[in-house]
């Protein structure tokens, strides 16, 4: 039982202990944010290769960036709330599942080419994802 005076700390990952987290955030921080950069700057000519429209093409890409530096942001903590590296785990996750549906769909009608960019995506989020995973389970305390 907790004294009435104690105050209950949130759950917190040690982001500099973990290599392996550390490693996977700032990666996919990076990744990320160049990601959308690459949908912002350069959305006509990504839209034409891929078969996406810029009307989705710019909002991901601003999504992507802010999402991004966020990532990059954690990975340079000492400690972070247990809960900041869930959310990224979990929009992550999202990301992965919405891709294949998109994919599996043929929404936005992509080429071939952006058929196969969109699962590469998430075949590459999905490696984010287990590897944040593992290396939260490792850093919590």
């Known amino acids: 039982m907790m004294a009435a005076d104690t105050v209950a700390r949130p759950a917190v990952a040690r982001i500099r202990d973990t290599p392996l987290l550390r490693w996977t955030l700032e990666i996919d921080g990076i ?27 710019y909002p991901a890409g601003a999504v992507l960036i802010v999402m991004g530096a966020f990532v990059f942001y954690v990975s340079t903590r000492r400690e972070a709330p ?7 785990i979990a929009i992550n996750a999202v990301w992965v599942v919405d891709s294949v549906i998109v994919a599996a769909a043929g929404w936005f009608d992509p080429t071939t080419a952006g058929t196969v960019w969109i699962l590469l995506q998430a075949a590459l989020v999905a490696v984010f994802v287990e590897l944040e995973w593992v290396g939260l389970r490792r850093a919590r305390r």
């Open 31 to 57: 990744v990320t944010v160049l990601n959308g950069l690459a949908y912002v700057a350069a959305a006509g000519w990504v839209g034409d290769r891929l078969g996406l429209p810029t009307s989705l093409l």
């Open 82 to 88: 247990v809960s900041w590296v869930g959310a990224i």
